[in-house]
């Protein structure tokens, strides 16, 4: 059985050196290509079931790769195509984000022409696979997370407006908390108004004070 690899890609020279490593393969074939965010959506969604996996750049023009993602994991009927991202390693959080968007795994873009061939395989498969750089970081990063306390001091608070609260007690800005947690900034106020007020409290100093006497933001 071929793969069907679709390339979402904005630097030509790498999008062709992806095309050769996969024309050299037998079982892998590239069945489309986009170099944005919208044209990877409208593409994959057009190409259907023929898409087996998405290797995926996640600084793109326009939409970024992350919204890409989270669109083609979910718009694609009942047909849902599997993503591995082939990027730049930039942060713990940019990582996570493509992994809460629907990605199922993350490699560098240095990594060599057989370790790329055998991460499609994986992933095509039903794995996922992660460069030895990103699997210790999401090692050390998820192993830093716990159950958020606070939850008996703020009943009020919904798990995410509990989470964000969490976010704001240490330091996170409305835009780091919207990149985190892969929402629009909107959202982000919107949640932190609806903090504010259950709370009953005026201003972010206020709500990180409360947030912190309970705990959070450890």
Known sequence: MTVGVFIVEDH??????LRVALDTSDD??????????????EGVTKLGPAVNVVLMDLRLPGMSGVEAIRSITADC???RPRVLVVSMYDDDDEVVAALRAGAHGY???????????????TVAEGGAVFSPVIAGRLGTYFSAVHELPGR???????????????????????RRIARHLVLSEKTVRNHVSHVFAKLQVRSRADAVMRARDAGLGQ
């Open 12 to 17: 030509p020279m790498f999008l062709e050196g």
């Open 28 to 41: 892998l074939a590239v069945v489309g290509e986009a170099f944005s965010g919208e044209d990877a959506v």
């Open 77 to 79: 009927g009942t047909y």
């Open 107 to 121: 490699i560098a873009k240095e990594v060599s022409r057989d370790e790329l061939l055998r991460a499609i395989r």
């Open 152 to 174: 008996l001091a703020f009943p009020q608070l919904t798990n995410r407006e509990r989470e964000i609260l969490d976010l704001l007690a240490r330091g996170l800005s409305n």
